[in-house]
């Protein structure tokens, strides 16, 4: 009955790890599958493009044979970059990990074309080729980039026949992490030779750092980090939000960046944008190459990008964040003078809108004035077509004209104004606006000023004026505790004329659906549409934007792509309605998939030190396992809960138990296979027949030591990261020998149990074949640590065999990975790496008390402030433990 319950217990809770693993796949996918379709513009070249080689100093280009500097050009140009003559100003691209050189074209092109249609001025853009070298993943050729990025700077300013000492530096992905790198860590150039560092989806937070070469570099960068302010750099850095599923939106976030921004955030971009999308998404690379324009004194001869941080930072945030008018930066002035013999139009209404669909030609501007005295706090204009660059004043009506008071001249409020995306209109800009926080003196009226000039097309203007509170949706938890995890749905009501709706949420809630139904249209034949941006104030720039349109109503979901735990900071949404319809607004947190999405998205490199932690705490079990085990299972229960890893720890569980069910089926059904891999390898490595390999890897597991003596002899004329990577695969024979011994002996004892003499002897046979199964559970556990500390190793490998052809010897592996791998190697080859079957007291006591308290050290690492700086720890900490256990088993 006992045994009956122990299997219900185990059954219900494997099914429930199976459950939970499956909602975690699904979050996943939703996570990599649910974003908005891609409709950026493709750019195009108006000329074949050309990549002319600059070449380097010979003993430069002897010691990186795989890099290279090109110079991008195309038609009439190309010749003279073949010449090395170059008169502009010089733009350094770099891309990303595993980049190409060629993917500066979209950039380029725009640039070129802009320069072609009479600027005074123009850019010169050049880039490199890094070799595709795995830099997002690997820190050995991080400083090697980076010197050769240097060499590369220091030739580009050569080139110039005129003094130039500034260049702007354009990176792709982990390439801006070498762009920094390479004014900051290198002896040959500091951070004032760069004007402008433009970071496009870069991790300046990585989430995956498996070497102690790669925390090295991003530490020694960050400490240094500070020269780039002092210098005077503008740093801009952008993101491609939802649609970006390899750098998160929370990654993008830099310290020193004078704007950190998403690409749906931009004007006139509003679209999300992919990891390699963003390289040529017309829309957004519109945007850079105007800021850059933007950003360049005319005034100096030659021209060249100013060196006043404030004009950077104007153009930069007039382009990417903050645009009110037209294509070039606007200085707006601060007072406006209004022109005689306007019409002046006064309407007391709360809510109205006004058009020039009925009026006749005029010549002369009219002047919309709202009341300031007697109105609510706060008032939203939505203008449709109105192109004026200066059009929203605020004024004293102190002047008569007819009869009515009118103003002279007014304050501009026209910068305070947002252009927000209209798929039905040509223009669309709104400004809100605290009537309480303007603090001009004596002011009556906000006036709307549309000239002559727009009287062309169709120009409508909305005036909504309201109190905050009326307008606001507070989204709150039903229960005080869980009030993330159950929230109440809102249903709001608008009134036709309504413009500006807001909702707050308290604290931070992951995922919300967004529902709005337009009714009541006052024309049900016209289109409209509402906005609904999701704001996350903590981050400026960080804004989601979805559309509702007439026939695209349906719930929307948005999640907050940076979570950060402060409990007085929350998230909001500001709606944007058509004031010709009325809506029910309707808005709820969002499923559990969605919920789990956004887990995944934020946590799942948490999972590689859980998954590790509990194989060293299984693997304590497994050395003390005839004493009680509770104490060890409740401590790390609690731990769990303690660093809020809970989750982490039921989804590694599951995980394990998946890949130790699909190792023990490919043991039994596919070993024969791998083991004819293994056979017709070492045929091709030995040039012998077939019969021979499978004699001789027989001969290799009879003797380990011999074994070990080979792998290690391959870590000096190759790399440690192959040998681990080997070793996994001969631990993985050796396991499939044991099960194959295994099954031999239980067929002989099957056979001696009819021989009715020696019964009495296959008694003491049982236990034997007790202990070769628990001896095969064992190497079990201790496999899996071994496949999933061999991780790190998989990068090592990919960089040696792209350079094999350059260097058959990985120079640039990382040291303490390296020293790692020998120790790996050498335990797990000698055959000696084994748990006793026996248990030998306070020495297996003390043993399993050290891998206990190892596993949790693990465990808290996910806990740290920055989890992913611990991941290269692991390989030592499994050197350590495999030491360890190797020892305890020779000397026993």
Known sequence: MIQIRSILIYGISFLSLMLLLLLYILGAARYITDFEENTCDMTYMFEFPQYVRVSLDNKIEEQYPRYGLYAYGEGFITEKLRRMYFSGIPILFIPGNAGSHEQVRSLASVSLRKSLDGTPFHFDYFTVSLGKDYSALYGGV??????????????????????VENIVLIGHSMASIIAKGSVLLTPNINASVASIIITLATPHTPILVLDSTFASYYHNLENRLKEIKDAGTSVISIGGGPRDVLVTSTQILDSTADINILSTNIPDVWKSTDHLCILWCKQLVLSIVRLLFDSVSISEKPPKISSSIDKKLQAASYHLHHRASGKRLYDYKETVDFELGGEWIENIQRHYTWSNKNLSKRTSPIYLMVRLSGQPEHLTIDTVNLESKDWLFVCTASSIQGQSRVCNWGWNLTNLTRILPDPVHYLRKTVDLNLQEIKYPG???????????????????????????TRLIPIRGSIPLLKNLFVRPKVKKSDIGHIRYYATFDNIIDVITVELVASECIDINAKH????????????GVTQIQHFTVIDNGPKTMKVQTRYKYSNVSASLRITLDPSCSYTINIQKGGIIDQISCTVRDRWYLLYTTIISLLLIFLSIRINHNHEQIPTIMVTIFLSFYYDLMFECLIALAILSIFAIGLCLTIIFLGSVAHSIAVRFLARVITYSMTTSDWLLGALNQLPLITTILVLSLISGTCGALAMLISVFLYFLNLMRMYENYLEELLMASLQHFNWPVRFRNMKDSKEHEDTRQKIFNHLILFLLWCFTAVPAIPSVLVWAKNFSYDKRLSTEDPLLYQSWIVLVACSTSGRLQIPPNYLGIRSRILSSILCFLGWIVLSMGAASRPPFYQYYIPPITAGVSSLITLNFIVS
């Open 529 to 540: 549409h509402a906005v609904v941006e999701l704001s996350e104030p903590w981050s400026i």
């Open 443 to 469: 002011v009556t009226h906000i006036i709307v000023r549309i000239d002559q000039k727009n009287f062309k097309k169709y120009v409508e203007v909305n005036v909504d004026l309201y109190s905050y509170n």
């Open 142 to 163: 991080l400083m090697e980039e980076t010197l050769y990025v240097s060499y590369c700077i220091q030739k580009i300013l050569s080139l110039y026949k005129f003094n």
